[in-house]
RNA sequence: GGGCGGUUAGCUCAGUGGUAGAGCACUACGUUGACAUCGUAGGGGUCACAAGUUCGAACCUUGUACCGCCCACCA
């Protein structure tokens, strides 16, 4: 006995157990392992994260297309893990270990801190795989996979050193986006454009306004961007005269190298070659000519620090200047720069020199200016443009086969549309810095001998054959000697014994391991092919590889799409995944991101605490269209819960009516038309869902489902099976209670993806009665959905249904108590209707709530009239009726036909309609201008019938219904005053 | 500066050339042993604006306005 109400809390824990020990998301299993593969790798969350709404969306999507993709019988591997997150989780761990234990990494030192992350990787690691199970994800867990894995890693090393062998990972010297907080690099990627914009106003000999160094400093630390200062620099060969550069950022003044006119700006042409004498260094640098200049900014005078500023750095190249770095890896100004500003942070350097300059009379004004800063994402603080060593990936020449393939069609987005983003980016493509200066991740595997020279290798073992080998060929004095133990002491060099005159050597060379760690998005970038076992040859990497759907956020398009394309497409030498479909971002229900400082955060556990997992799933499956952004509203949710509810009472319903399963029934040889109109809708509905999951238009996937359940089964076809399940036994009912069942299944099935948990509790409690099942509903065939439909029953059900509408309308809008019974009186009904009308008599009477169902030659006089097709039908209201709202309602009624009728005619009336549209479109035009004419005629009857009667009627009070209640206030409105 | 998207009912949104839709909210009425987490009925829209293409435009084209996002630059 089903109960009253679905509870989730107290059903999806023990669903979910059962599907995980019956195996069922077990890729390759049983005799689904010989059927066609399908496969998806989740986008891998942080392994010491925790649930959020973007992952709510982006696992209820994967679950839905595998889950349907399962029930059609194909192998499916959902492929679950977890990512390290390098930087993300370095930070917390940090911060932990500072409020905890008040120590910090460098104290502790690289080895411990590494061991204090693996320990609260394993103390929270596996949150997140809880809370995916809670939302119902059926990933196959017996495969999970992190990116630290021994595997994993391995594969990490064989793709560095593959690309390194290969030229397209090397180290080079140049500016990167140094993160002086986290003190690493990080890529373009990982650096977010910040607007600011200055308030300060100040210019030199406004008598009204001395500068005020004070105020200066109490302003810049409030905010130290979005003001530009005028600089004055004296020339070398004239100090009295200037040129004036313009900057945001002073401090960077210190390495200045050179200030850069445009070579055809008229103002500047003279002094072109001169050299001006840098304030507060005395160095003596040149104004060179350079197109980068723009008269139409600032001064049109540039000055030029090529170690702080990307453009500034290729200026210094074209000119060959000179880069001097003025900051350390704190951001503070260094040993390079004058003694009064070393050790300072550079906002405070800031505030000192724009105050030291202006003591100096060199500084001209100050304005306010918008502009961007660049900031590190996972920090929050200003980058900083930085010389330094670092790894980069040609991310270049890698490009030009990942956009092949999406050109080709290989690859496709869905929506389409987000091709052109992926385009956009690998068509100007930057070399990708790849290491990072952090603890936390896979170290790089390259060794550098004592000459500098750079050794990348599998292992330290195999680095140090490399340098042997490069040492000997280079006839260098010193013989290699490995370092340490690491347990591999089979491993020795061929070449050792080979050399007798080096190991005759004395001297030993030992090789430094690189310190730096690699970008988190270089492991997660092979996840496609790591996961299922590269570098080995494993059968799962046969099988699942290429992947079929990649469900991802457009947010990461970038970071991980675009780099599982170059990758997959370099080592596998195919892509990675067939289909990349791009879901939108949550936000919350006014449109904004969640974020924790806006404190709009909506946590999906607590959703499914609340409303259950299955409503979350649905909520977010009902409005994932394609190419807009989701806003989610508790309300949205509960309403599905309601959905939820609603299939329940259903399958109560069913019980209560012992509508019980029956072995062998055959859909189609029901001969109820009710029913065969049913199992036809039913049929409907499963190709509808079907194509529409395939062409990943969830929300018309859920939406077909919603409507079909509550709009058709619940609201249609269990009111009509009413009189059938209560009344007489016999053959009719028996097939009814069959069909009710069968239609019953068929929605579990259709749900499932969507709604997991309630589909397979309902399924086995129907279970319980009739024939056994087969098993669980996760692993039983999708419906076919074809060739059930049934014309005449679709007709027929249709004009019921119709006609049950019709009277409640009108009942309604003449205010009929709902209690009372009319009595209904059918003209001009030919033979179909009536004998539709026959054969449904008992349900149109108590669906309408009708005492009975006459047929007459003509309608009686004072009743109201419907038009029902052909026919008239009548409800007998004499004497009660409120003759002038009826009359009222049927002109209205005729206003609105004219209406359709004039817009049929000025299409008709157009010559070239008529001869351009489509023969369908005419007839379609005929057929509307036919129907409307037909039921204005019956509805000017029914009006000079109305007529008629007000004439002749006599006024009775003597309603059918007067001892309703509600009579008096029935009577109060008829008749009024 | 370049690119992408949006503007349809009070709200949130579907709707790819042929009769403007859903959910929520709102109003009225509640009856038949599945369901008040419910039922029945109802009101409510110049599809942002303008021009064009077309027999026909919410839908295609162009432009305008406003809103959002991404990328780049920013003296």
């Known amino acids: 006995m089903l109960e009253k109400h679905f509870q989730p809390a107290e059903v999806e824990g023990r669903i979910y157990r059962a599907w995980e020990e019956a195996g069922a998301f077990k890729a390759g299993a049983g005799k689904r392992g010989q059927a066609k593969p399908y496969c998806i790798v989740i986008p891998p969350p942080n392994v010491t994260g925790s649930l959020h709404m973007g992952h709510a969306l982006n696992n209820t999507l994967q679950d839905v297309l595998v889950r349907f993709e399962r029930m059609r019988g194909r192998d499916v591997l959902w492929q679950p893990g977890t990512d390290h997150a390098g930087i993300a989780t370095q930070m917390v761990v940090e911060r932990k270990l500072g409020s905890e234990n008040k120590t910090d990494r460098r104290t502790m030192g690289r080895e411990a801190f590494v061991r204090a992350v693996w320990a609260w990787k394993e ?67 990982e650096v977010q454009q910040i607007e600011k914009k200055g308030a300060l106003t100040w210019a030199d000999g406004d008598p009204e306004k001395p500068f005020d160094a004070a105020a200066l400093a109490k302003a810049l630390k409030k905010d130290p961007s979005g003001h530009l200062y005028h600089f004055r620099y004296p020339l070398k060969d004239d100090p009295s005269k200037f040129i004036t550069v313009a900057t945001t950022r002073p401090e960077t003044m210190l390495g200045d190298t050179a200030v850069a006119v445009h070579p055809e700006d008229e103002r500047y042409t003279a002094l072109i070659g001169k050299h001006v004498v840098l304030p507060l260094v005395g160095r003596e640098i040149p104004i060179v000519a350079d197109d980068y200049s723009d008269p139409a900014k600032g001064t049109g005078a540039v000055k030029i620090t090529p170690a702080h500023d990307f453009n500034d750095f290729e200026v210094g190249e074209r000119h060959n200047l000179a880069r001097i770095n003025v900051l350390d890896a704190f951001a503070k100004i260094d040993a390079s720069a004058p003694e009064a500003y070393r050790g300072l942070d550079r906002f405070v350097a800031r505030e000192r020199i724009v105050a030291d300059m202006a003591a100096l009379g060199l500084l001209a004004k100050i304005e306010p200016t918008t502009h961007t800063v660049p900031h590190g994402d996972r920090s929050g603080v200003p980058i900083e443009p930085w010389l330094t060593d670092q790894w980069y990936v040609d991310a270049k020449t890698l490009a030009k086969q990942a956009i092949a393939a999406v050109e080709d069609g290989r690859t496709r987005f869905v929506p389409e549309n987000w091709s052109r983003t992926y385009f956009e980016w690998m068509r100007n493509i930057e070399p990708w810095c790849i290491s990072r200066q952090l603890w936390w991740g896979h170290q790089i595997p390259a060794w550098y001998g004592p000459d500098g020279k750079i050794f990348v290798a599998m292992s330290e073992a195999e680095a140090y054959e ?126 904004q991101k969640m974020s924790k400082s806006k404190g709009n955060v909506i946590d999906p556990l607590e959703l499914i605490d609340a409303f259950g997992a299955d409503a979350l799933r649905f909520t977010l499956a009902a409005m994932a269209a394609q190419g807009r952004d989701i806003k989610l509203a508790k309300s949205r949710v509960e309403g599905y819960r309601n959905f939820a509810t609603k299939l329940w009472n259903a399958a109560r319903f069913a019980e209560l009516n012992s509508c019980a399963r029956v072995a062998g029934f055959d859909p189609a040889k029901a001969s109820e038309t009710v029913n065969r109109w049913i199992i036809g809708e039913a049929g409907r509905t499963a190709a509808a869902i079907t194509s529409e999951i395939e062409a990943y238009r969830f929300n018309e996937a859920a939406g077909a489902a919603y409507q079909f359940v509550w709009g058709t089964y619940c609201d249609w076809y269990l009111e009509l099976s009413k009189p059938i399940l209560t009344g007489a036994d016999g053959p009719a009912k028996d097939e ?67 006609a049950i509408t019709d009277i409640r309308s009108v009942r309604s809008e003449m205010n009929v108590p709902a209690a009372a019974e009319l009595e209904l009186v059918l003209s001009g009904a030919n033979a179909t209707s009536k004998a539709r009308a026959e054969r ?136 009024p005053s």
């Open 123 to 189: 103390e929270s690691g596996g949150t997140i795989t809880n809370q995916l199970k809670r939302l119902g994800a059926s990933c196959d867990w017996s495969r999970d996979r992190f990116t630290m894995d021994e595997g994993l890693s391995r594969a990490v090393l064989k793709v560095f050193v593959g690309l390194h062998e290969k030229g397209l990972i090397y180290k080079d010297k140049r500016l990167v986006n140094w993160d002086p907080k986290v003190q690493t690099a990080i890529s373009d990627l």
């Open 466 to 591: 490399k340098a042997q080998g490069h040492y000997r060929s280079q006839k260098h004095p010193l013989s290699p000697q490995r370092e340490g133990d690491h347990g591999e002491g089979q491993r020795q060099s061929p070449a050792q014994g080979a050399v007798p005159h080096l190991q005759a050597s004395s001297g030993k060379i030992t090789l430094k391991r690189d310190e730096d760690v690699l970008d988190t998005w270089f492991s997660s970038g092979l996840w496609a092919f790591s996961t299922l076992g590269w570098p080995d040859e494993s059968p799962e990497l046969q099988r699942y590889y290429p992947t079929s759907t990649l469900v991802t956020g457009f947010d990461i398009i970038f970071f991980w799409v675009a780099r599982m394309m170059m990758l997959g497409l370099e080592f596998m030498h195919e892509i990675p995944f067939d289909t990349v479909y791009i879901h939108a971002l949550v936000r919350d229900e006014k449109g």
């Open 840 to 975: 449904h008599g008992d349900l149109i009477r108590r669906l309408a709530r009708l005492k009975s169902i006459a047929f007459a030659a003509e309608a009686p006089k004072g009743s109201v009239q419907i038009v029902i097709g052909e026919a008239t039908a009548a409800l007998p209201l004499a004497g009660v009726v409120d003759i002038a709202a009826e009359r009222q309602r049927l002109e209205k009624e005729i206003e609105k036909a004219r209406a359709e009728i004039a817009k049929v005619d000025t299409r008709m009336a157009n010559a070239e309609f008529v001869a351009k549209a489509p023969a369908a479109v005419i007839d379609e035009n005929h057929q509307r201008k036919a129907d409307f004419s037909a039921q204005i005629e019956k509805l000017e009857a029914a009006l000079k019938r109305l007529k008629a009667a007000a004439d002749t009627a006599a006024l009775s009070l003597n309603a059918p219904w007067t001892d309703d209640l509600s009579a008096g206030r029935w009577c109060a409105r008829a008749w």
């Open 736 to 802: 009814t209670r069959a069909t009710a069942a069968w239609v019953l299944d068929e929605i579990l099935k259709l749900l499932h993806p969507f709604m997991p948990f309630i589909t397979e509790e309902l399924w086995a409690k129907t279970g319980e009665v009739g024939p056994k099942r087969d098993g669980l509903l996760v692993l039983t065939a999708w419906p076919e959905g074809r060739g059930l439909s049934n014309k005449a029953a679709d007709e027929e059900i249709g004009w019921v249904i119709g």
